[in-house]
């Protein structure tokens, strides 16, 4: 795995590989992002539309963060439909992988000024939000930045400025909401790596977040799959 900690990587065949975080050749991300690119011609149109899909049709959801592995591949994000930051972003990239754009992970920590209550007690009462993810796209010579997290209606929701992508410049979250408010401020960058740094991200996540935070969220997923199964069963028909 190779790690640049400023600055962007040398382009190379690393950014286009296929890992078990960006598992391209599973077949739901290649539907998912055939049928995302659909009417595209270069690389920087397909780039905005993969942005979009990632962007809109998975669902933002902080209370999915988790210490196990499998939520964080590019398939698993599909299959689950809602993701935080950081799952969204794999899916970003194993989708431009896909398609011939050499693509890495970076990380930053960022304030999150307009967290929910219940959030910032999950987490602690924590304000500083670690490891914020987005994709580094290799687009018309140059390296753009794209982070595809909130979703349109969260951001309707929240009176936040929905994060937009032209395929030339840096999509990163804005500074303030629609009341002029001081939103999201990014605070460490972390760098970029070209596979998804699980290792880093499980031993900071354990020494920064309260163990209930992850447990809180466990129970959470666990009781929706019940509710899930419950509701396929009684939907069955009989032998």
Same mark, same amino acid.
Not at 104 to 116: A, E, Q, W
């Given at each position: 795995?190779?790690?640049?900690?400023?600055?962007?990587?040398?382009?190379?065949?690393?950014?286009?590989?296929?890992?078990?975080?960006?598992?391209?050749?599973?077949?739901?991300?290649?539907?998912?992002?055939?049928?995302? $690119?659909?009417? !595209?011609?270069?690389?920087?149109?397909?780039?905005?539309?993969?942005?979009?899909?990632?962007?809109?049709?998975?669902?933002?959801?902080?209370?999915?963060?988790?210490?196990?592995?499998?939520?964080?591949?590019?398939?698993?994000?599909?299959?689950?439909?809602?993701?935080?930051?950081?799952?969204?972003?794999?899916?970003?990239?194993?989708?431009?992988?896909?398609?011939?754009?050499?693509?890495?992970?970076?990380?930053?920590?960022?304030?999150?000024?307009?967290?929910?209550?219940?959030?910032?007690?999950?987490?602690?009462?924590?304000?500083?939000?670690?490891?914020?993810?987005?994709?580094?796209?290799? $687009?018309?010579?140059?390296?753009?930045k794209a982070a595809p997290a909130f979703n349109i209606e969260l951001c309707t929701k929240f009176n936040v400025l929905p994060t937009e992508f032209d395929g030339e410049n840096d999509a990163l979250f804005q500074p303030y909401d629609t009341n002029g408010r001081l939103h999201m401020e990014y605070n460490r960058d972390h760098g970029i790596w070209s596979d998804f740094p699980m290792d880093r991200v499980e031993k900071d996540f354990r020494d920064y977040y309260p163990?209930?935070?992850?447990?809180?969220?466990?129970?959470?997923? !666990?009781?929706?799959?019940?509710?899930?199964?419950?509701?396929?069963?009684?939907?069955?028909?009989?032998?």
């Open positions: 795995m190779q790690h640049v900690t400023a600055g962007f990587p040398e382009v190379s065949p690393i950014y286009l590989q296929q890992t078990d975080y960006f598992d391209f050749n599973h077949e739901r991300v290649k539907e998912f992002s055939n049928s995302a $690119i659909e009417g !595209a011609q270069t690389n920087k149109q397909k780039a905005i539309k993969l942005f979009y899909a990632v962007r809109d049709q998975i669902r933002y959801d902080p209370y999915s963060i988790s210490l196990n592995p499998k939520p964080y591949k590019a398939s698993e994000v599909l299959i689950n439909g809602r993701a935080y930051c950081l799952p969204k972003a794999n899916l970003l990239v194993a989708c431009a992988r896909s398609i011939g754009i050499p693509t890495g992970i970076g990380l930053s920590d960022v304030y999150n000024h307009l967290c929910t209550p219940r959030l910032r007690h999950m987490m602690g009462e924590k304000e500083l939000f670690l490891h914020h993810g987005y994709a580094v796209m290799y $687009i018309e010579n140059k390296w753009i163990t209930s935070l992850y447990e809180e969220n466990a129970r959470a997923k !666990a009781d929706e799959e019940l509710k899930a199964a419950k509701k396929a069963f009684e939907e069955e028909k009989a032998l």
